[in-house]
């Protein structure tokens, strides 16, 4: 298996770096019965299921309300990648009489379910009527109970089932699994929407699909022509529907205003020079994103004399079944304004550079592979002093073999923190995601990637393009969990309780609400982005 991607390093946009402090809402909902619910998603392909989520950061619940149209049980809960067996399922319903009955259970195999004997979910609604079943029911992140699985800023497989009556049997046909990043700590409503929004369009137009596995394809395209500096302040995939998913990633690339650029579309990485001028990533988006709005402070920098007038338009697309023409243009709508945010922003891509050969052995349980980047390099490929470096979001990327990947930060030989990670990585859900807080990187520090691959469904090498350089990889502390609530009803038995870090008192939930502000140092977006893994960071500037 032969995978090829572009050069993925960490030395990409360090023009961008005088950086001030500023405010930033970190979010504590108390959430109650009638509390509305920000999040939303269907779980099933026929939207048969709706869920709603909300969550406080501070006392460590999450609110769910799943609506499904039966006039049976319906059923909520967590799973992990390889099996349904052991998840926990929170069930619940409305008798033909008008007698609700709730629970906390988890199955013990693929059919079977048994009430826990703790019970850590509090039910706040259960309804029938003539179209929906709905359930709202309050839990937290950790409880004590082992049959509970924990919610996590990781990628959460959300559990979901329902019956056509009231009897409580698992049918697979009415059993769904769905990838979703519960904790988002940034809500779209939050963020303001300029009222001079400007769209403007760069795709690929009528590209006829080669029928290979893995194809890059490569335009040239002008960014929005205007006479002052304006900020690009959202972008979304514009994407073409077709029977498969076809399109893997989309990355923007900035061009040197001096470059003189070929025309059509050619393969990204073929003989000609001029896709090496426009190698500095300022958006990218991969296979289960969805639309991304900067924070209210930050933009990308266009219409100075200083910014690219011209961008390298990069689709990678995955035509596994190889079918014959399939017409595709897909590509990033960006919005642009004249109302002027108070920084600019950058990204710092980090991973794998390509060459000459990384591989990955068949049948591995766990093989870990590591990028290290060196900040003390930023000043000599800037040719000037480099600021500190914040940091606001990520995108985590890998291809179907990782399984979890996280980017470490250290000072002065010590491990300072964790910036990002998700041990529970989905291929089909990555989106750029937004830190709790911002994340200061200064001249010196080191930044390490670590990606985990499995491939137990393998019997042969898999084949990545990367550069290998000698090096000490340093150790990654792993950061402890954060305490469990015991139980609000129920028994919670004594090997259910976690010896270190019980609470043995959850906090409860209101009906009020209120955000919390809070001096952070400025920020910037860090995304992982590459062929085995890497890490993109949006840097910004004051205007």
């Known amino acids: 298996m032969l995978q090829v991607s572009g050069a993925m390093a960490c030395d990409l946009l360090f023009r961008l770096f005088l950086l001030l402090a500023l405010a930033a809402a970190l979010q504590s909902n108390r959430l109650g019965p009638t509390s509305r619910l ?52 929170v069930v619940g319903g409305v008798l033909p009489n008008g007698n609700v009955y709730f629970s906390d259970q988890h199955l013990v195999d693929e059919d079977t379910l048994q009430e826990d004997a703790s019970q850590d979910a509090e039910l706040l609604g259960l309804t029938e009527d003539a179209i929906y079943t709905t359930m709202r029911f309050a839990r937290p992140f950790r409880s004590c109970d082992p049959h509970d699985l924990d919610i996590t800023s990781d990628t959460v497989r959300v559990l979901a089932a329902y019956g056509l009556d009231d009897t409580l049997k698992l049918d697979r046909e009415h059993t769904f699994v769905k990838s979703i990043f519960l904790l988002q700590v940034v809500h779209p409503d939050d963020l303001d929407v300029p009222e001079d929004a400007i769209i403007h369009d760069l795709e690929i137009t009528d ?61 990204c990485y073929g ?48 035509n596994f079944n190889n079918l014959p023409g399939v017409y595709d243009s897909s590509g990033i709508r960006v919005y642009y304004t004249a109302q002027l945010r108070k920084y600019d922003m950058g990204v710092l891509q980090l ?72 041990d529970s990585y989905d291929f089909n859900l990555q989106e750029t995601r937004d830190l709790p807080s911002r994340v200061e990187i200064k001249p010196g520090d080191e930044l390490l990637v670590e990606c985990h691959y499995q491939t137990l469904d393998r019997d042969a090498m898999t084949f990545e393009v990367v550069e290998n350089t000698t090096g000490w990889i340093p150790d990654i502390i792993p950061t402890p969990p954060g305490p469990c609530l015991e139980s609000s009803g129920g028994k919670v038995e004594a090997q259910d309780k976690t010896p270190a870090g019980f609470r043995s008192s959850p906090v409860a939930l209101s009906s009020s609400s209120k955000a919390t502000l809070r001096r952070l140092p400025l920020a910037a977006v860090l995304l992982v982005q590459s062929t085995l893994s890497g890490l993109l960071a949006m840097l910004q500037t004051r205007v």
């Open 38 to 89: 920000r999040y939303s998603r269907f779980l099933d392909p026929s939207s048969v299921m709706f869920l709603l989520w909300d969550f406080d950061l501070e006392a460590e619940i999450i609110s769910f309300e799943l609506q499904v149209r039966t006039a049976g049980w319906v059923g909520l809960g967590v799973t992990n990648r390889y099996t349904n067996v052991g998840s926990d399922l």
């Open 207 to 267: 590209f006829l699909i080669p029928e290979d596995d893995t194809t890059y394809a490569c335009t040239f395209l002008p960014l929005p022509i205007v006479s002052e500096k304006h900020h690009i302040y959202k972008f979304e995939p514009k994407l073409v529907y077709h029977n498969e998913t076809m399109v893997h990633h989309i990355l923007v690339y900035a061009c040197g205003n001096s470059s003189v650029l070929p025309t059509g579309i050619s393969d």
């Open 271 to 318: 003989a000609d020079p001029a896709f090496s001028l426009c190698s500095q990533v300022i958006v990218g988006w991969a296979v289960g994103g969805t639309s991304y709005q900067f924070p209210d402070d930050v933009g990308i920098s266009i219409g100075t004399p200083l910014d690219p007038q011209w961008i390298r338009l990069e689709i990678h697309y995955s």
């Open 351 to 422: 991973g794998f550079f390509t060459f000459p050969i990384h591989f990955i052995p068949p049948g591995a349980e766990s093989f870990m592979s590591y990028g290290l980047c060196r900040t003390e390099k930023f000043e000599e490929m800037n040719g000037a002093p480099v600021p500190d470096i914040q940091v606001y979001g990520y995108l985590l990327h890998t291809h179907l073999a990782g399984r979890a990947l996280q980017a470490v930060q250290y000072r002065n030989g010590t491990q300072l923190r964790t910036i990002c990670k998700d």
